[in-house]
Antibody
Framework: QVQLVQSGSELKKPGASVKVSCKASGYTFTSYAMNWVRQAPGQGLEWMGWINTNTGNPTYAQGFTGRFVFSLDTSVSTAYLQISSLKAEDTAVYYC?????WGQGTLVTVSS | DIVMTQTPLSSPVTLGQPASISCRSSQSLVHSDGNTYLSWLQQRPGQPPRLLIYKISNRFSGVPDRFSGSGAGTDFTLKISRVEAEDVGVYYCMQATQGGTFGQGTKLEIK
């Protein structure tokens, strides 16, 4: 069965970086694009962009350029989200999502 | 960018009664390939979102048939024929015709 398993919660200080992983199983990784979605505490869903798992080409939504990087390691069927220069407002649950299946989410907390 | 507007934002419903959520896009969601990439997702408390409906009206695997989607162009509707306790949560429409955008979410609660 299709599964997207994300890495565990992270607590980071402002200015640090974080890398969230999303390991796919149960399907051919390169057959589906991978999306990233942010959900701030008590808020709605925000589409961050997607990465073409064939070419590795990322597309970032407005507001997610510069500090946000999507990457892949196709040898282990894993997508990554890296956020640099973390700010308090980056505190959120980050989801990876195929068009039909979602990861369980990774809570990133930014606090001094 | 396409803006998605859901109404209502909160919907108190009696168990066994129907519920309906509307979603309007700021421009047509018909893709150049002829498909309309409008989905509905459910997020139960403390859970990740789950796909219910894709391409306007197609129920995803395992979704009960009390959920149905309809609409075209810029106006779409999710209907629950008879609300059950497990349906409590927040429902989002999402367009994937041009990038991706979610509606604000509609909180479904039991009266």
């Amino acid at each position: 069965q299709v599964q997207l398993v994300q890495s565990g919660s992270e607590l980071k200080k402002p200015g640090a970086s974080v890398k969230v992983s999303c390991k796919a199983s149960g399907y051919t990784f390169t057959s589906y694009a991978m999306n990233w979605v942010r959900q701030a505490p008590g808020q709605g869903l925000e589409w961050m962009g997607w990465i073409n798992t064939n070419t590795g080409n990322p597309t970032y939504a407005q507001g997610f350029t510069g500090r946000f990087v999507f990457s892949l390691d196709t040898s282990v069927s894993t997508a990554y989200l890296q956020i640099s220069s973390l700010k308090a407002e980056d505190t959120a649950v980050y989801y990876c999502a195929r068009e039909d299946y979602w990861g369980q989410g990774t809570l990133v907390t930014v606090s001094s | 960018d396409i803006v998605m507007t859901q109404t209502p934002l909160s919907s108190p419903v009696t168990l066994g009664q129907p519920a309906s959520i509307s979603c309007r896009s700021s421009q047509s969601l018909v893709h150049s390939d002829g498909n309309t990439y409008l989905s509905w997702l459910q997020q139960r408390p403390g859970q990740p979102p789950r796909l219910l409906i894709y391409k306007i009206s197609n129920r995803f695997s395992g979704v009960p048939d009390r959920f149905s989607g309809s609409g075209a162009g810029t106006d779409f509707t999710l209907k629950i024929s008879r609300v059950e306790a497990e349906d409590v949560g927040v429902y989002y429409c999402m367009q994937a015709t041009q990038g991706g955008t979610f509606g604000q979410g509609t909180k479904l609660e039991i009266k």
